[in-house]
């Protein structure tokens, strides 16, 4: 069974940053993409920015310019550096892991902009 367990949000001021971690329980090598997706209450889930196990990158329209996904292969680890966040990027920040076929979701971690 694969776990998924994300950290690092928070409360950060509109101009801010913070770094999300999801540290996966087994070899990160075994997951075809690896991604972070946020979801506002009464809204559907989005796509923030995901990486493939060849390393090419897709970011939401949104966040582009401003996060940067990025994994460490050796601590089976991906991240999500978030720079000049907005209060439109308030939302729970979700880690999902893919295999060919399934889906594993890690358990959300809030992430609040405002001042």
């Known amino acids: 069974q694969v776990q998924l367990v994300e950290s690092g949000g928070g409360l950060v001021q509109p101009g801010g940053s913070l770094r999300l971690s999801c540290a996966a329980s087994?070899?990160?090598?075994?997951?075809?993409?690896m991604g972070w997706y946020r979801q506002v209450s009464g809204k559907q889930r989005e796509l923030v920015a995901s990486?493939?196990?060849?390393?090419?990158?897709t970011y939401g329209d949104s966040v582009k310019g401003r996060f940067t996904i990025s994994r460490d292969n050796a601590k089976n680890t991906v991240y999500l550096q978030m720079n000049s966040l907005k209060p439109e990027d308030t939302a729970v920040y979700y880690c999902?892991?893919?295999?060919?076929?399934?889906?594993?979701w890690g358990q959300g971690t809030q992430v609040t902009v405002s001042s």
């Open positions: 990486i493939q196990s060849g390393s090419t990158t």
């Open positions: 999902k892991a893919s295999r060919v076929l399934y889906d594993y």
């Open positions: 087994g070899s990160i090598f075994s997951f075809v993409a």
